[in-house]
């Protein structure tokens, strides 16, 4: 069983064994935790992404899938490459969003991480409303079955976040 913990604060400081990237589908930098993650690693990520595209993604990386690269200088081992979805009211995307979760959960597997950090994917500017967002990534990790991750710590970036996910998880632990 995954042990789902909650902190508030910045994703490139945290020492696990991999973090989540909140890509987009080029996996070549952009804003917000993209952007901090591929500043803070340097350029051995780039590098790396730059082969992926190169090779199995010419296209980018599809949304709801997931690649690892090194983590360059952050305090991991691995960084796990996710492309969530833009979110919109007139398409139910739910299930790339959570696809997410579940690919980012296989690549650690077959990586051997045992402990990963996760943005709230899609969040950002891609705006997907934090309530739901919480609910997704919450239930997708919690319900994951078969994992070898002991420890998915969700690091959110600011209070409003971090105030959705703990009422998002303390409502959902009550519901099992």
Known sequence: MTNITLSMGDITDQTVDAIVNAANSSLLGGGGVDGAIHRGGG??????????????????????????????????????????????SGEDRSETLASCYRESLRVADELGARTVAFPAVSTGVYRWPLDDAAR?????????????????????????AYDVFARTWEALRKES
């Open 43 to 88: 350029p051995e990520i780039l590098e790396e992404c730059r082969a992926l595209r190169a090779s199995r993604y010419g296209k980018g990386l599809p949304a709801g899938q997931a690649v690892a690269t090194t983590a360059g200088r952050l305090p991991a081992r691995w960084v796990i490459h996710t492309v969530g979805p833009v979110w919109s």
């Open 136 to 160: 997704i990534a919450l239930t997708e990790v919690r319900d994951a079955g078969t994992t070898a991750v002991t420890e998915a710590r969700f690091v959110l970036f600011g209070q409003d």
